[in-house]
């Protein structure tokens, strides 16, 4: 069965590391998106990429950034973790933008904790 | 601006009781679809219901209708003779055609026995 994979699932590290987040999915996707989620604030988009090559930033790319080199991956850098980028992650998918029905599917998140 | 509301930080429902989750949106696109997800403890984002703007009829996923009023622009997820599993996370959100979704901040559900 196709799927989206995450790795690590849970990662600890300090103030001022890089740290890079996997997303693996075999859906076969051109869209794949990395989100945070805080309390309050539902999932905000960090950032997206709709085919190799090309990624794009969401609106809280600050302090992020991503890279897509083939279809399957995705992954997310944290150049220098900050105590506000702890959080939970989610890595996400979906065939192309051009209909409203196609659904995002998810990987299982990330839960980072900058000390 | 928000693009999705969802007025309800917390919402208690009797076991076997029905539950209206809240959700409003802002578009001025005619072409867009309204999704709910769900989200156990356990983390993971579940796919529950999609209705399309052009959909007549009130989309319907087993225990799980939506119910659409495109005049006010909203799209309330009614859920059915609730059961303690779905206490959860409950994540409204938009998409408009060539357009990334847009998420609500979330409504927790919360099943009393």
């Known amino acids: 069965d196709a799927e989206i994979t995450q790795s690590p699932r849970h990662k600890i590290t300090e103030t001022g590391r890089q740290v890079t987040l996997a997303c693996h999915q075999t859906w076969n996707h051109n869209n794949m998106f990395w989100y945070r989620q805080d309390l309050g604030h539902g999932l905000r988009l960090i950032h997206y990429?709709?085919?190799?090559?090309?990624?794009n930033k969401g609106e809280v790319s600050d302090g992020y950034s991503v890279s897509r080199s083939n279809t399957e991956d995705l992954p997310l850098t944290l150049e220098s973790a900050a105590s506000s980028q702890t959080s939970v992650y989610f890595c996400?998918?979906?065939?192309?933008?051009?209909?409203?029905?196609?659904?995002?599917?998810f990987g299982p998140g990330t839960r980072l904790t900058v000390l | 601006a928000q693009k999705i509301t969802q007025t309800q930080p917390g919402m208690f429902v009797q076991e076997k009781e029905a539950v209206t989750l809240d959700c409003t949106y802002d578009t001025s696109d005619q072409s867009y679809g309204l999704f709910w997800y769900k989200q156990p403890s356990s983390g993971e984002m579940i796919f529950l219901i999609y209705q399309g703007s052009y959909d007549e009829q009130n989309a319907t996923e087993g225990r799980y209708s939506l119910n659409f009023q495109k005049a006010r622009k909203s799209a309330n997820l009614v859920i059915s003779a609730s059961q303690l599993g779905d206490s959860a996370m409950y994540f409204c959100?938009?998409?408009?055609?060539?357009?990334?979704?847009?998420f609500g901040p979330g409504t927790r559900l919360s099943v009393l026995p």
């Open positions: 959100a938009m998409r408009e055609e060539w357009q990334n979704f847009v």
């Open positions: 990429s709709y085919g190799v090559q090309d990624t």
């Open positions: 996400a998918s979906s065939e192309y933008s051009g209909r409203t029905d196609n659904e995002q599917f």
